[in-house]
């Protein structure tokens, strides 16, 4: 069995998430979440980093990326996804957390769990 790559592991735990892979925001958030789990620091500045930087990797606004990121944050929120997100916070969230939040406690979790993967 293959261990699996950065990608599809963010692909799987936003699917954890209720977050669609027809959803734009998805594909925004897979890139901007494998970016943070580089570098965390780029959490700091979403919107004059990560957004433009989402915006220009697929070819769109930032303004569309921010819009199309919440959307699929609002998906989680509502789906079925808020006990999911609680979880892997590790904490109790009461409202839908902003993109900057959602993005930096995924790319937590996603690196933790990308560290304990066997080198193959």
């Known amino acids: ?62 303004k569309a990326v921010e819009r199309n990121i919440r959307s699929a944050i609002i998906a989680c929120w509502n789906s079925g996804g808020k006990s999911t997100l609680q979880d892997i916070a590790g904490f109790q969230i009461l409202e839908r957390p902003k993109s900057a939040v959602f993005i930096a406690v995924v790319a937590e979790h996603v690196a933790r769990l990308y560290q304990r993967q066997p080198v193959v």
């Not at 293959?2 to 692909?11: A, K, Y």
């Not at 580089?38 to 697929?58: E, G, I, N």
Request: glycine share 2%; charged share 20%; aromatic share 12%.
């Open 1 to 62: 069995m293959s261990t699996p790559n950065l990608s599809d592991l963010i692909r799987w735990e936003l699917h954890c998430l209720h977050i669609s892979p027809t959803l734009l925001g998805h594909h925004y958030l897979v890139y901007a979440i494998e970016q943070v789990v580089v570098d965390p620091l780029r959490v700091k500045d979403v919107t004059k980093d990560l957004y433009p930087d989402t915006a220009h990797y697929f070819d769109t606004t930032w």
